[in-house]
């Protein structure tokens, strides 16, 4: 248990708490500047309600970033929603392709990042409930996951894209392959049916040369 003498508003007081010093110093700090910001708008106000103006105000902060804290959960839920319908369209994607390397990299890339965006964002939860500076940085980190987010689906889009055009090729390759195969199997017969005609020409030329030759006789 630390134990740290603070100075509000011309005050001294005994603050003790498990946190560092200079944490217990930096709240205090805060309190005392406003403290003094509301004092010095309205000299009227005697210490008391100053102070209870201060506290309503602090209240009024930390009901806010409360808020905005539950919204930030909405949102990952949403995003986790996101998530899961990504993973089932690359489930598709992979049992509909033939191992496409490009793909398969595509696809460990994009499930690489969303669990970095996972992992930034349960520490962002975390650090929002200490200070306000740190719901400032809390929003800086949600308008930087939406960046992160748009990017992703926009490879994702391009992915997909790639994807129906190799496939696409593929259905064509399969068209000409099946078209060759067609006309492989009507020149076998052509072939077949010519060396037959072929085999028998020879026979009826023998049997002609027999009749012919009278030493055949």
């Not at 134990?3 to 560092?20: A, C």
């Not at 806010?64 to 990504?86: F, G, P, Q, Y």
Request: hydrophobic letters at 30%.
């Amino acid at each position: 248990m630390n134990t740290v003498t603070i100075n509000i508003n011309g005050m001294e007081y005994n603050l003790k708490g498990r946190e560092s010093e200079e944490y217990l110093l930096k709240i205090a700090s805060y309190v005392d500047e406003k403290v003094k910001d509301i004092m010095s708008s309205n000299r009227k106000l005697s210490s008391t309600a100053g102070a209870t103006l201060v506290a309503i105000n602090i209240t009024d902060e930390l009901y806010k970033a409360d808020k905005e804290i539950e919204s930030l959960l909405k949102k990952n839920a949403s995003l986790e929603e996101r998530n899961l319908t990504l993973k089932e369209r690359i489930k598709e994607i992979r049992d509909e392709s033939e191992n496409i390397d490009e793909l398969k990299k595509a696809i460990e890339d994009l499930k690489a990042e969303n669990l970095t965006l996972r992992e930034e964002v349960e520490n962002s939860y975390k650090e929002v409930k200490t200070t306000r500076e740190n719901n400032d940085i809390l929003k800086d980190n949600e308008k930087l996951y939406r960046d992160k987010f748009s990017k992703l689906n926009e490879d994702y889009r391009i992915m997909e894209e790639e994807y129906n055009k190799s496939k696409l090729e593929k259905d064509k390759l399969k068209e000409r392959h099946k078209e060759t195969k067609f006309q492989f199997q009507n020149l076998k017969y052509k072939v077949l049916d010519l060396e037959k005609k072929l085999l028998d020409a020879q026979v009826n030329l023998a049997n002609e040369k027999k009749k012919t030759n009278a030493l055949l006789k």
